[in-house]
């Protein structure tokens, strides 16, 4: 079972970014010969081969109360692309009457602007998208100007866009470039970037994009998570902190972010904090059911490392609260050597948590048991070795025993951990055939009471 041991948090600056990550991410906006697409609203759409096109980042339509975004020109001709905002929550039955409601509400100022409604506001179809469209126009017929505004609902905003010519035959011509749009989830999107990639400079790059762009998506605190674990590897503990913490507001019920932010706290020497959150990631970890698209053994795995890091975490905390404390704080000292033994319990090769039960069990001057664990923490191997080579060596000499016995001592205890991970895997392989047991007998009885229930309907 591999992890990060121990967390050493170095000072990163942006330099040790890789600045090509970006790249992954796309951009909110692109043109792409006469192609627009939008990232961040989630639609494209090809404009008139020809016309010129310029983003915008402020300003509205005619109408008012809302943001264009792009504007595309032809001699006398523009078409705008807009949208606005919607009511959070609003219900899909309002949802879906509410782009008509919009032009309804905002045609209402246009004779104050000495413009005239034409006709009512009317369904339109451009490409397989249902539109609705508001005409209207400059009143008198000197240097008369034509208008009209469609607008659509996607997920969570307004779409429209305004076409505006002298002729008011260019209008149709303007906004039959519609029958190319087509819309897509943007949020869910952005996330396949977050998600899609493995590399934690990546993943900082396209999760920061994500936030900034997506602030209220129900995928947020899924960013945060992954942003996370992300700067724990980058070494850098205030943003692994920033996004940790985030993640546990938002993720009540999360099993896998409580026990590796305990440990980035105990390493710190947060050791309250470390300890509440250990806590808190056990008891969710003993009550959460299996997700069901979670296989047996990849659950008993995960639970095995939260478990394994929970307990760590408080071990850890608990050997640095007894560190100045007067007799040498035994009493914390033992809960660390509890704690670390839980650990292990659940990952026999976590190395790191040997060493600091060897330290532990040096304070508690517990020579055998320091030998013992210092040797096993050699011959699991990982960033502690060295360190507790060493201290296996000191406690020989301290005791006058011969250092040339230390080869031995790790093999032998190299064998131990082998056995203690033949019972576990032995272990996990019977839970997950009682599991899978339970499953088929679960699925029998409902099978049997819907035969049940059938028979019953059959009857006279």
């Known amino acids: 079972m591999k992890r990060i041991l121990i967390i050493v948090f170095l000072v990163a600056g942006t330099s040790g970014l890789d600045l090509s990550a970006a790249a992954l991410q796309s951009a909110a906006t692109e043109i792409q010969d006469n192609m627009y697409t939008n990232n961040t609203l989630g639609f494209s759409f090809r404009f008139p081969q020809g016309w010129t096109a310029e983003e915008t980042s402020g300003g509205s339509s005619t109408l008012g109360g809302d943001t264009v975004v792009l504007k595309t020109t032809s001699g006398d001709t523009t078409l705008s692309a807009f949208f606005a905002d919607l009511p959070p929550g609003l219900p899909l039955e309002e949802l879906a009457g509410s782009s008509e409601q919009w032009l309804l509400e905002h045609q209402g100022h246009l004779p104050g602007m000495n413009l005239e409604v034409r006709g009512e506001v009317e369904p339109a179809v451009y490409g397989s998208t249902q539109f609705y469209r508001l005409n209207f126009r400059t009143q008198g017929r000197r240097n008369r100007v034509h208008h009209s505004a469609v607008v659509t609902v996607t997920i969570g905003?307004?779409?429209?866009?305004?076409?505006?010519?002298?002729?008011?035959?260019?209008?149709?011509?303007?906004?039959?470039?519609?029958?190319?749009?087509?819309?897509?989830?943007?949020?869910?999107?952005?996330?396949?970037?977050?998600?899609?990639?493995?590399?934690?400079?990546?993943?900082?790059?396209?999760?920061?994009?994500?936030?900034?762009?997506?602030?209220?998506?129900?995928?947020?605190p899924y960013v945060h998570k992954r942003m996370a674990f992300s700067y724990q590897e980058l070494n850098d503990y205030d943003k692994l902190v920033l996004h940790g913490e985030k993640t546990v507001e938002l993720l009540s019920d999360?099993?896998?972010?409580?026990?590796?932010?305990?440990?980035?706290?105990?390493?710190?020497?947060?050791?309250?904090?470390?300890?509440?959150?250990?806590?808190?990631?056990?008891?969710?970890?003993?009550?959460?059911?299996?997700?069901?698209?979670?296989?047996?053994?990849?659950?008993?795995?995960?639970?095995?490392?939260?478990?394994?890091?929970?307990?760590?975490?408080?071990?850890?905390?608990?050997?640095?609260?007894?560190?100045?404390?007067?007799?040498?704080?035994?009493?914390?000292?033992?809960?660390?050597?509890?704690?670390?033994?839980?650990?292990?319990?659940?990952?026999?090769?976590?190395?790191?948590?040997?060493?600091?039960?060897?330290?532990?069990?040096?304070?508690?001057?517990?020579?055998?048991?320091?030998?013992?664990?210092?040797?096993?923490?050699?011959?699991?191997?990982?960033?502690?070795?060295?360190?507790?080579?060493?201290?296996?060596?000191?406690?020989?000499?301290?005791?006058?025993?011969?250092?040339?016995?230390?080869?031995?001592?790790?093999?032998?205890?190299?064998?131990?951990?082998?056995?203690?991970?033949?019972?576990?895997?032995?272990?996990?392989?019977?839970?997950?055939?009682?599991?899978?047991?339970?499953?088929?007998?679960?699925?029998?009885?409902?099978?049997?009471?819907?035969?049940?229930?059938?028979?019953?309907?059959?009857?006279?």
């Open 254 to 460: 999360d099993p896998d972010i409580r026990p590796m932010l305990a440990l980035a706290f105990a390493e710190r020497g947060n050791n309250n904090r470390a300890i509440d959150l250990a806590q808190e990631g056990l008891e969710i970890l003993g009550t959460m059911p299996r997700p069901a698209d979670i296989p047996v053994s990849q659950w008993i795995i995960r639970q095995d490392r939260g478990a394994a890091a929970s307990n760590y975490a408080q071990g850890l905390a608990y050997l640095k609260k007894s560190s100045g404390m007067a007799g040498g704080g035994e009493t914390m000292l033992k809960r660390a050597a509890e704690y670390l033994a839980e650990a292990l319990e659940a990952d026999p090769e976590y190395g790191t948590a040997y060493f600091r039960l060897g330290t532990t069990y040096t304070r508690l001057n517990e020579a055998e048991l320091a030998i013992e664990s210092y040797a096993r923490a050699v011959a699991a191997g990982g960033v502690a070795s060295a360190l507790a080579r060493d201290g296996l060596v000191s406690i020989l000499e301290f005791l006058k025993r011969d250092t040339a016995t230390v080869d031995q001592l790790i093999l032998e205890q190299r064998d131990y951990i082998d056995q203690r991970l033949a019972e576990r895997e032995a272990q996990a392989q019977q839970r997950e055939t009682e599991e899978e047991l339970m499953m088929q007998q679960e699925m029998q009885r409902q099978e049997m009471e819907l035969q049940q229930q059938e028979g019953q309907q059959q009857s006279p």
């Open 157 to 220: 905003k307004l779409i429209g866009f305004e076409a505006v010519a002298k002729d008011e035959k260019d209008l149709d011509q303007a906004l039959n470039a519609l029958s190319s749009i087509s819309f897509f989830d943007a949020a869910f999107a952005a996330w396949q970037t977050v998600a899609g990639t493995n590399e934690p400079a990546q993943v900082v790059a396209a999760g920061t994009s994500f936030l900034e762009r997506f602030p209220t998506s129900d995928i947020v």
